[in-house]
């Protein structure tokens, strides 16, 4: 359609223009937003019209490159991914011009928009792309353009490690998904077009090989445990604002992937949906607790980012459950589940990025430890946050809570059924319970530490609310996720055309949970009855109040006259009794100084917990292959000659070798 072209051009204007004006990157930080913003607004249409279940064409023109097609197509599928995508950007843009207002002394701010605007191009071809080489292409190109994103402060030793990590894991990624497609096309007839792989019949061990190909490459993206090392380290080095969009959006391509790839490969086997459970439940159980036993604010989403993912996986497998098993409601409510909650993440996740970003932006520090006290410096943050933090925590009449209620309704219908599906159901249920309140614990010490209580440091105690540009995009998140909430039975009605891409069929032949829809209404109705009735009581508290003296007193010390904010819980001490419960998995290492004498001068206590994934998975796999290959360092002795006669020699055993 002629818009959504058109708003690809608008996104190619910006990243032009960016990076023509590395002499002026005051108009880069204007002019490259505005155009993703109008943009966005522009693809919007299609997008919506696509997404109530009409395909829409896009661009259908011959490539000279062998296998290759610029095929796009915009179907329901893409459309759920493509919004989220559109609406995150927006926002995120909007957001960068405050967050970069006075202009960086570190950083080429030209550069960053050009990655910037590439980034959200890559990403809406990805999730159009109806070839299997137009996609790689496009998904390579969004992995460099995040890359240089996370390097934007490359002066920073830590940061430039963090790119290094990213770059290298979501090559490895791609290394499988480039297996993925070459065995697809090869069954495919040579054909690298997404059509004939819909038609291609695949025995069911090549199937399964494939499978597990597109979890592995396209898990990698979605950041499932153990290939989610690049997550905690990228995201933490990124801007904030590109934090909120790798995060709420490109990450998601990765599920996109995973679901596109499943309409490829016909009827699951059961073994795929245990799979996919254990894989949400691993991600999920250990990402909140990851992030339960963190220290800096941005690490501590990313994390929540892996948990949620699991969530997203715990849904996708009981839509598998239902496909291999045959029941239409169990596809219906476990892919409407994951699906609904891949925007529901989009939505909260880039309001907590963001509002970290605030209060980097404000405080100048992302440690939880040394904040306290902002709520009463930065309000609009500070309530944007705490409505976010209701949201992940999947309580309601939020958002978070009417896509895992689905996911909890889905697991609930598995357990009538035969054949280990009504295991898969306990093990998502307990796993649900789980992540929730540990998720509670952990949001509850984040916000509490960082907004409540009295400032802990002077960066704290000067802290001060951002401008209008950083406020809007918080509070327009913050409301999509109360709508989201109220509305949850309708968003369930509409994902319909979604899921029947993902069945295979038409909606017509899934029926709608009636049943569940009208339990959902009647939770997220009473949630929200009891949020209106405690916001009129505070209403008629107020006007009571209104022209009386208010006066602020010590609360009651026991006597004692000189209280500190180091009296205060940290997030150590709060985390402390949940993360010694599970001390085996985060092999966390305490530091305490207890007070000692009559009149102790000073205590501490700090706890530090690596990734597990990291120290012993990662790195000394890494570490095993560079002493390989260092081996080969004598190799580069710098003489032409004999580089020249290496390969004069390879040549000539080529030549042999397809002579014979």
Partial sequence: MLLFRLALGFFFLGALVSLISWRRPAWARIFAPVTVILGSLLAMPPVLSALLGKEVPLLELPWSLPFGSLTMRLDPLSALFALAI??????????????FSPLPKRGNLSQYWFNFNTLVVSMLVVVTARNGLLFLLAWEIMSLSSFFLVLFEKEDAMVRRAGWTYLIATHIGTAFLLVFFLLLGARSGGTLE???????????GTAGVAFLLALVGFGTKAGFMPLHVWLPEAHPAAPSNVSALMSGVMIKTGIYGLVRSLTFLGTPAPWWGWVLLAVGAFSGILGVLFALAQHDLKRLLAYHSVENIG???????????????????LIYLGFAGGLFHVVNHALFKSLLFLGAGSVLHSAGTREIDILGGLLKRMPTTGTTFLIGSVAICGLPPLNGFASEFMIYLASLGSLSMKGGASTAGFLVIGSLALIGGLAVACFTKAFGVIFLGEPRSEE????????????????????????????????????????AVVAGGGSEALPFPYEGAAALWKITGVSFAGALLLAFLLFIRSRLMAGRAVVSVPTWDCGYIAPTARMQYTASSFADPITRLFRPLLRTRKRFTPPSGLFPSS???????????????????????????????RIQHGRLNLYILCILLTLVALLLWKLR
């Fill in 460 to 499: 704290a105690d000067g802290a001060h609310e951002t401008g209008k540009l950083m406020r809007f995009p918080l509070l327009v998140l913050a409301g999509f996720c109360a709508v989201l909430g109220l509305t949850g039975p309708l968003v369930l009605k509409a994902l319909a055309p979604v899921i």
């Fill in 194 to 204: 997404f059509g004939a792989f819909k038609g291609s019949v695949l025995l069911p």
């Fill in 311 to 329: 969530i997203i996986a715990l849904g996708i497998g009981l839509g598998v459950f239902g496909l291999s098993f045959h029941n239409p409601l």
């Fill in 86 to 99: 559109l609406v995150v950007s927006a926002l995120a843009a909007l957001y960068g011009i405050g967050y």
């Fill in 603 to 633: 205590s501490s206590f700090s706890t530090e917990t690596s990734d597990l994934s990291r120290d012993w998975l990662f790195e000394p796999m890494f570490g095993s292959i560079e002493k390989f290959l260092s081996r080969f360092r």
